[in-house]
């Protein structure tokens, strides 16, 4: 086994000792860090260990770069990796830290590494919980032109509202321009309903009810959407990734990745056969 091979066995694979050990302390290291993100934002402890909250937050993005980098240099398909969801999440794991150099406060966002812990699925083999995420995010990918689509008519729908709601109610009202009045179409059709602003006249009234009434079929369609892929995605998937562009969640007869098109299982694995 090659010296990129043994790297993308270590990182990439939870079915081995060694790949599980290193994820196991990267979560752990994870952990740590998110931990110091959150108590740094307290101002006592910030003041009292404020160089040991800085010497944490870099010695782990130190060691979190390295990672990343030798992340894409195991995958073979590199791009693959670096526009997957987990390639992106590892990404925005580092930055924060960088950007602080010139944003300042902009380290705080590093909280996102909290989404790396969803590795201790792999981890710990709970092969339910990788069968379903590999199927949700399956449903989501291949219902997203249709979810675009209705939001496309949403948008429109609520510019006309807003549009219509200024006509109708006008700045005595609060509806001080089109942006205001497509803000409460949004804050309405959303049923999130903030009353900061709201119509006044019979009329204004009448479209609100029905804008509200609309809004329970609104929430229901991109729902609606994604149950009906999820359903069409059901089927049995295993925790193998593959040594190309380093995707899971194959078919368990699966020979060749259904993202890249390359072997899943090198050639050199079974050598000894």
Known sequence: MTLKNRIHEIIFGADTPAGKFFDVALIILIL????????ESVESYKHAYYYYFKIVE???????????FLR??????????????????????????????????????????IL????????????????????????IQRSFKKIVVFLVFILSITVI??????????????FTSIPKGVYWAIVTLTTVGFGDIS??????????????????????????????????SMKTVNNVSCHNCSTEGHHHEAEFCFKCGHKVYPDEEFDDF
């Open 58 to 68: 870099w010695g782990l993005t130190i060691i979190f770069t390295i990672e990343y």
């Open 161 to 174: 509202l807003g549009s219509l709601m200024y006509l109708i109610e006008g700045p005595k009202n609060g």
């Open 32 to 39: 740590a860090s998110v931990i110091a993100v959150v108590l």
């Open 72 to 113: 894409i240099y195991c995958t073979k398909n590199s791009k693959s990796y670096i526009f997957s969801f987990f390639g992106i999440v590892d990404l925005l794991a580092i930055l924060p830290s960088y950007l602080s150099l010139v944003f300042v406060g902009t380290h705080y966002l590093a909280v996102v590494r």
């Open 116 to 139: 790396r812990i969803m590795r201790v699925f792999r981890i710990l083999k709970f092969v339910q919980y990788v069968q379903e995420s590999s199927l949700l995010f399956s449903a």
């Open 199 to 232: 119509p006044q006249t019979p009329f204004g009234q009448f479209i609100a009810g029905s804008v509200m009434i609309m809004g329970y079929g609104v929430l229901a369609v991109p729902t609606g959407l994604v149950s009906v892929e999820l359903s069409q």
